[in-house]
T-cell receptor, first 113, second 113 residues
Framework: EPEVTQTPSHQVTQMGQEVILRCVPI?????FYWYRQILGQKVEFLVS????????KSEIFDDQFSVERPDGSNFTLKIRSTKLEDSAMYFC???????????FGSGTQLSVL | GDSVTQMEGPVTLSEEAFLTINCTYT??????LFWYVQYPGEGLQLLLK?????DKGSNKGFEATYRKETTSFHLEKGSVQVSDSAVYFC????????????FGTGTRLKVLA
C-alpha cells in the first residue's frame, strides 16, 4: 500500500531555532495536513492544505508556523522560532478527496531544549 | 466545540480476552466517526469508520457502532491477539464541511501471550 513518508523521525533543536519537518505525501493525493500530539494529550489539528494554499488552520498555527509544497512532491512544516511547548510528535497526512480517509506518516518527534 | 473523549490507558489484556475501548463524542449534527490504530514505529492507519447513526464499522475482527442516543462509538473485539498491541485513536469529522478531524488522546493496548 502507498505510504506517507516523514523525515526526520527525531529532531532535537534549541529554543529559538528554526526547524523544517518534511513529508512526502502519497503521489496522487490532493489534500495535505499536519497534526501534532504533545505527550499524553490529544492529537491536534494544525493545518490543511489544498490547491497550493492553506484551506484551514487552527489557533495553534500562528505566525511562527508555515507550510509549503515547494516541488510538487514534498510538503513541509516550518517553525520559525521554536519554543519549549512546541515539543511534540508531528504527523503529516494526505488524502485523495476532502473527506476520504487520511493516510498518516509515522511522525517526527520534535524535542525543543 | 466538538470533542472526543476516550478511556484512559494503558489497557493490558491476555490473548483471547474481550476488548472494549470506550469513546464518546460531542458534536453538532451527524459527524462521521473513526477508529485509527498506530502500531509501533508506524503512522496512524484507519481501522474502521461509520458515517451515520446505527452504522456498524468493522475490520480485522474489530467492530464499533455509531450510537447517536449515547453519543458513543466504542471499539470492541471478541478475542484479541498479541499483534493487536497498539495505540487506538477515536476520531470524528464534523459535518460542517471542514477538513479538521478531531482526535482523542489514544488508548494504548498491550496484549500478553
Amino acid at each position: 500500500e502507498p505510504e506517507v513518508t516523514q523525515t526526520p523521525s527525531h529532531q532535537v533543536t534549541q529554543m529559538g531555532q528554526e526547524v523544517i519537518l518534511r513529508c512526502v505525501p502519497i503521489s496522487n493525493h490532493l489534500y495535505f495536513y499536519w497534526y501534532r500530539q504533545i505527550l499524553g494529550q490529544k492529537v491536534e489539528f494544525l493545518v490543511s492544505f489544498y490547491n497550493n494554499e492553506i484551506s484551514e488552520k487552527s489557533e495553534i498555527f500562528d505566525d511562527q508556523f508555515s507550510v509549503e509544497r515547494p516541488d510538487g512532491s514534498n510538503f513541509t512544516l516550518k517553525i520559525r522560532s521554536t519554543k519549549l511547548e512546541d515539543s511534540a510528535m508531528y504527523f503529516c497526512a494526505s488524502s485523495g478527496e476532502a473527506n476520504e480517509k487520511l493516510f498518516f506518516g509515522s511522525g517526527t518527534q520534535l524535542s525543543v531544549l | 466545540g466538538d470533542s472526543v473523549t476516550q478511556m484512559e490507558g494503558p489497557v493490558t489484556l491476555s490473548e483471547e480476552a474481550f476488548l472494549t475501548i470506550n469513546c464518546t463524542y460531542t458534536a453538532t449534527g451527524y459527524p462521521s466517526l473513526f477508529w485509527y490504530v498506530q502500531y509501533p514505529g508506524e503512522g496512524l492507519q484507519l481501522l474502521l469508520k461509520a458515517t451515520k447513526a446505527d452504522d456498524k464499522g468493522s475490520n480485522k475482527g474489530f467492530e464499533a457502532t455509531y450510537r447517536k442516543e449515547t453519543t458513543s462509538f466504542h471499539l470492541e473485539k471478541g478475542s484479541v491477539q498479541v499483534s493487536d498491541s497498539a495505540v487506538y485513536f477515536c476520531a470524528l469529522l464534523p459535518t460542517s464541511g471542514t477538513y479538521k478531524y478531531i482526535f482523542g488522546t489514544g488508548t494504548r493496548l498491550k496484549v500478553l501471550a
